[in-house]
């Protein structure tokens, strides 16, 4: 195999979904196909990426922190991946900074119990509380019975 292989060989980059990847990027694939679906999850993960629950936190980037904890948990793939998404702006909750909520994917296997709860003071999460919190989203453990601080709602007016 001559240089010129071996650099293109190395520069080759799959995604997760299959598709080579944009150079210099994680996950853009080069070749956009507008009816791939999206990959699938059983939990989405919100944080809140504004400024005061982003101050809070002391990961500079807590999204990709979380995404490269779950690959080390082998839960950023297959039946049971949770998503780590990050919001653009504030969840109008910031005084239980900091925020993140907690969506199931219901339409397949997402575990309706824990739909919609609200977390707060993930700030404080050391790596181990996290990871407690993906084991047991993953294995759909009620978050009520678990000693997580929840956002209480208020009732409809
Ligand atoms: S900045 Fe996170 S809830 Fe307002």
Same mark, same amino acid.
């Given at each position: 195999?001559?240089?010129?292989? @071996?650099? /293109?060989?190395?520069?080759?980059?799959?995604?997760?979904?299959?598709?080579? =990847?944009? /150079?210099?990027? =994680?996950?853009?694939?080069? &070749?956009?196909?507008?009816?791939?679906? @999206?990959?699938?999850?059983?939990?989405? *993960?919100?944080?809140?990426?504004? /400024?005061?629950?982003?101050?809070?936190?002391?990961?500079?980037?807590?999204?990709?922190?979380?995404?490269?904890?779950? &690959?080390?948990?082998?839960?950023?793939?297959? &039946?049971?991946?949770?998503?780590?998404?990050?919001?653009?702006?504030?969840?109008?909750?910031?005084?239980?900074?900091? =925020?993140?909520?907690?969506?199931?994917?219901?339409?397949?296997?997402?575990?309706?119990?824990? $739909?919609?709860?609200?977390?707060?003071?993930?700030?404080?999460?050391?790596? $181990?509380?996290?990871? /407690?919190?993906?084991?047991? *989203?993953? &294995?759909?453990?009620? @978050?009520?019975?678990?000693n997580f601080e929840?956002?209480?709602?208020?009732?409809?007016?």
């Amino acid at each position: 195999m001559g240089w010129r292989s @071996i650099m /293109e060989s190395k520069q080759t980059k799959i995604n997760i979904m299959g598709s080579e =990847v944009v /150079e210099g990027f =994680v996950c853009k694939p080069k &070749k956009l196909d507008l009816n791939k679906p @999206i990959m699938h999850f059983k939990t989405q *993960l919100f944080v809140c990426n504004d /400024e005061r629950c982003a101050k809070a936190c002391n990961e500079e980037d807590l999204a990709t922190y979380l995404r490269d904890l779950l &690959k080390t948990l082998e839960l950023h793939r297959g &039946k049971n991946r949770i998503k780590i998404s990050r919001t653009g702006g504030c969840f109008g909750a910031c005084r239980f900074r900091a =925020v993140a909520n907690i969506y199931e994917n219901t339409r397949a296997n997402g575990y309706l119990s824990n $739909n919609n709860i609200w977390l707060k003071n993930t700030h404080l999460f050391t790596k $181990n509380r996290w990871i /407690e919190l993906f084991r047991i *989203l993953s &294995k759909n453990k009620k @978050i009520d019975e678990s000693n997580f601080e929840q956002i209480s709602m208020a009732e409809y007016l």
